[in-house]
């Protein structure tokens, strides 16, 4: 393999068995070599070179004991919030508490071996800050792309969060106002929330003309657009007006997602959040229902989406460092366990627009790699037992 690094200290890690997020079998007794900027120069496979590189001089890491996976890509999270707590309480809370809770956090993520991070929507555009701290090593958070703040109607769903901007006129507003701070991609509001007061989950919060500015405004300053969205007519627009990704999409019907499928346009979903919140004691008998319906509701629709060929990533929402129950509901749905793991990092890097440069262990691409205690495709309770972490060549955990 090239030679470019060679004499400049690089790193060497035995890895007991590659799955390197290409879809390709399983490898066992691989050596993945890194430059010293962190970047992946050769993987090897061969009896021979693989003894060689095992006798390198260089710092060799031993993960000849562990399965070696590409680090995870959480493609919908929001550091500054997490599952369990008053979520009116944690959103209004001082901005100083929010980076400590965001601190905490990304350390949860990080260290379960998530290495990128989607932020998709905090308060007063924090998460421009995070992302240049993170990149600094200031930080000890995943690789952070941000949205800034999302955008929203005044009366809609988390208003207390977002930017709120009524109108087409203002809709591009608020889209600009992200693009002008520095946001990677615009995170926008398509439906309502996860409770019962109105608007419920399945009614749009924007007029069609409010939500394809968003769209459009959006695709002119070459970004993204993510949409909250679980369902109802509101992701017929959404979808029509080209959106890259529907957030959650638990109630999108089976020609919504064939419709998807044809433009390309992704699901991310977010079951862990559900699976766990279904658990604890609610408010009240009714948002209760509501949670266990939407985790209720996955299998099926992501049965459907497979079917369609709806491109699938995961996300945490607020819940951190638990893609492994991602992997358990994309199964429970018809995914294979290899499928489910390329959701949550080679398609989960292409959700991000980043496939150039994370995702998979192959050369060329950023070295993030994730050492487990078993196989996650014998039992995705092995993506709970993290033994190691890489990101961009530096050991984090
Ligand atoms: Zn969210």
């Avoid at 090239?2 to 890690?13: C, D, L, Y």
């Avoid at 459907?304 to 996300?315: E, I, T």
Wanted: charged content about 20%; glycine content about 14%.
């Amino acid at each position: 393999m090239p030679a470019k690094s060679e004499g400049q200290p690089g790193k060497t890690i035995l890895c007991g068995r590659l799955i390197d997020g290409t879809g390709r079998a399983p490898v066992d007794g691989a050596v993945v070599r890194l430059d010293a900027a962190g970047r992946i120069t050769a993987v090897l496979t061969g009896a021979r070179e693989v003894a060689a590189a095992s006798a390198s001089t260089g710092e060799v890491i031993d993960w000849s004991s562990y399965t070696v996976i590409p680090g995870l890509v959480d493609a919908h999270n929001h550091l500054g919030m997490n599952s369990g707590g008053d979520m009116l309480a944690m959103a209004t809370e001082p901005d100083v508490r929010k980076v400590i809770r965001a601190a905490a956090n990304a350390r949860v993520d990080l260290e379960s071996g998530i290495t990128t991070l989607r932020v998709c929507g905090e308060k007063a555009q924090v998460d421009l800050e995070w992302r240049a701290a993170a990149a600094d090593g200031l930080f000890f958070a995943p690789r952070l792309v941000v949205s800034g703040e999302f955008i929203c109607p005044t009366s809609g769903h988390a208003a207390f969060y977002g930017a709120n901007c009524d109108g087409p006129e203002e809709v591009r507003r608020g889209v600009r106002r992200q693009i002008a701070a520095g946001a990677d991609f615009i995170k926008v509001m398509v439906s309502g929330g996860a409770q019962e007061a109105p608007p419920g989950p399945m009614d749009p919060e924007y007029t069609p003309d409010e939500l394809r500015a968003a769209i459009d405004e959006a695709h002119r300053g070459h970004r993204r657009v993510a949409g909250h969205c679980f369902g109802g007519p509101g992701a017929d627009v959404a979808i029509e007006a080209g959106i890259d990704s529907i957030e959650h999409g638990t109630h999108l019907t089976g020609e919504q997602l064939a419709r998807m499928a044809a433009k390309g346009i992704g699901l991310v979903v977010t079951a862990g959040v559900f699976m766990v919140e279904a658990e604890l004691p609610s408010p009240t008998p009714a948002e209760r229902a509501l949670t266990v319906g939407f985790r209720d509701r996955y299998p099926e629709v992501i049965a459907q989406a497979k079917r369609a060929g709806v491109p699938l990533a995961v996300g945490g929402d607020f819940l951190h460092g638990r893609l492994d129950l991602e992997v358990e509901m994309l199964v429970k749905g018809g995914l294979t366990p290899m499928e489910a793991l390329l959701a949550a990092t080679s398609s989960g890097a292409a959700a991000l627009g980043l496939s150039k440069e994370i995702g998979s262990i192959v050369p060329g691409k950023q070295g993030d790699l994730v050492a487990l205690g078993g196989d996650p495709l014998a039992s995705w309770a092995a993506l709970r037992d993290v033994r190691g972490v890489i990101q961009r060549g530096v050991p984090r955990a």
